[in-house]
């Protein structure tokens, strides 16, 4: 780990209260850095310095009264820009939202905040959160910091450099089929999806609403714990949220791994997988025996189709959420003769590519007569992907699976082929469409030094589980700082 990113949640709590630093001159040094290395890797959009600086100075007067201070208390944090933030421009990295400024917080915005964290600005991201390597958002790509040359991995890019970058401690991102997890293991930190419902998306702009969470991007598992146990919780402004006791991660992740049953599923090691990453995650596997854990081959019959059933029920759920940009009560409005004209180049205009193609996607999908055959059919399948996992889950405690079958390839290297972008992600969304949760952990680098991620699932609401086994792993992978 090197210099730039050896600030911690633990390491700015000592600094805060031996008074080796103010909150305030902490905010100065990120948005220094920011400075610094931003222009190169494009990783933030809005910066919110007013914001920043009057947090930072409500933690100094409490620490100046030797008050107690909240768990965050100092914590610089940066947030995906399809997260509301009150005053704060929110792109989604799209046109269409170019100058849209939120009158309200999302829940988790509110929820860190109060929590005493500092939040430097928005991260940013493909558009709508509709991509796996940054490349899809309107205000340019974002570079990985461990290789400029490649891309951070999508659509959370910008989280992910920022907290690899030493840009922010943490970050949150959000995942609807792989889009924490992957530019994780791309950037080489910690980053986790939370179970559906643990989070609120209270504020979060949707993308597919049966599959969208928020979670955090961290130098550590420890960290990602930490963001974690503050923006959980039930929320009566998402009817989606669940109402579930929240649990001690911090104890639980020290409690011994032990004996603990690991499935390994066969498909997740198929054709298409770098031979390298294959080794890392085997040589992971191998780690996590020495420390007690009990390998299980597993057979997962359903994995093959969960690309093609993601992409069904993403595009439909998109395709519907997204026609509320027309122009009439955000964003963009280009005028026009009639209505129906502004409605046609707003969209026209404010959208890119990509989120063109996925609204006519799903908009077929749904359509009458093909329905049946696509959506309908895609519902099924779901169901069998979420058995597939419900039936592991009888036999194992956790599965361990790579993250992404490569590591991060070159800028501009898979954008004329969205296919290829897509299978960027065929270990991933599996997890989503079965609603349970899902970290990636660093898991080594290839010989030409790009991180590999090594992903661990559990049953839904299992995320102490889940901790426990990536922390266990973290430590003896001497990833620890
Ligand atoms: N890469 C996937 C997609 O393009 C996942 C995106 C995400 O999780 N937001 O849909």
Redesign the pocket.
């Known amino acids: 780990m090197s210099a730039a990113n050896a600030w911690t949640v633990p390491a700015v709590r000592e600094a805060l209260e031996a008074k080796k630093l103010s909150a305030r001159e902490l905010t100065a040094e990120f948005y220094s850095r920011i400075e610094r290395k931003n222009p190169e890797l494009n990783a933030v959009l809005a910066l919110s310095p007013e914001r920043a600086y009057a947090q930072a100075d409500r933690i100094d007067k409490l620490r100046a009264r030797n008050e107690k201070l909240p768990p965050l208390a100092g914590v610089p944090v940066a947030i995906k820009d399809v997260i509301s933030t009150r005053g704060i421009r929110t792109t989604c990295g799209s046109r269409i939202l170019e100058n849209y400024v939120p009158p309200y917080d999302a829940t988790a915005v509110e929820k860190l905040e109060s929590a005493g964290a500092v939040i430097l600005g928005k991260t940013n991201?493909?558009e709508f959160?509709?991509?796996?390597s940054n490349e899809?958002s309107a205000y340019g790509p974002v570079r990985n910091p461990v290789a400029t040359d490649r891309v951070p991995g999508?659509?959370?890019g910008g989280s992910a450099a920022a907290v690899a970058a030493g840009l922010a401690v943490a970050a949150l991102g959000?995942?609807?089929?792989?889009?924490?997890r992957?530019p994780g293991a791309f950037c080489g930190i910690p980053a986790m999806m939370p179970t559906y419902g643990r989070v609120s998306r209270y504020g979060l702009i949707a993308?597919?609403s049966s599959?969208?969470r928020i979670g955090p991007f961290a130098t550590t598992v420890r960290d990602a714990a930490a963001v974690l146990s503050v923006i959980e919780g039930h929320d009566t402004n998402d009817s989606t949220s669940a109402a579930v006791p929240a649990s001690d991660y911090f104890e639980e992740m020290e409690k011994p791994i032990r004996g603990m049953r690991i499935g390994i599923p066969v498909e997740y090691f198929g054709e298409g997988m770098d031979p390298e990453v294959r080794a890392k995650i085997e040589a992971g596997i191998e780690l996590m025996k020495q420390i007690g854990c009990q390998p299980v081959e597993l057979r997962m019959p359903h994995t093959e189709y969960a690309i093609a059933t993601?992409?069904i029920v993403?595009?439909a759920e998109a395709s519907s959420n997204l026609a509320r940009f027309d122009g009439v009560r955000y964003g963009l409005r280009v005028h026009a003769g009639s209505l129906r004209e502004m409605y046609k180049k707003t969209r026209g205009r404010g959208f890119g590519a990509?989120v063109k193609r996925?609204i006519m996607l799903g908009t077929y999908a749904l359509s009458s007569g093909y329905y049946d055959a696509y959506y309908l059919r895609a519902q099924k399948v779901r169901t069998l992907i979420a058995r597939d996992f419900i039936l592991a889950f009888e036999k194992v405690d956790a599965i361990v699976t790579p993250t992404s079958p490569t590591t991060a390839f070159r800028l501009g290297e898979r954008t004329m082929n969205p296919l290829a972008?897509?299978l960027?992600?065929i270990y991933?969304?599996t997890g989503?469409l079965a609603g349970i949760p899902g970290i990636s952990v660093p898991c080594g680098t290839t010989s030409d030094g790009l991180p590999v991620g090594l992903q661990i699932f559990g049953p839904r609401f299992a995320e102490s589980r889940v901790l426990q086994l990536a922390h266990a792993f973290e430590k003896a992978n001497g990833f620890l700082i």
């Open positions: 991201c493909d959160a509709m991509g796996s899809n999508g659509s959370s959000t995942d609807t089929g792989g889009s924490i992957q993308f597919a599959l969208d993601y992409y993403a595009t990509e996925r972008m897509y960027a992600d991933t969304v989503s």
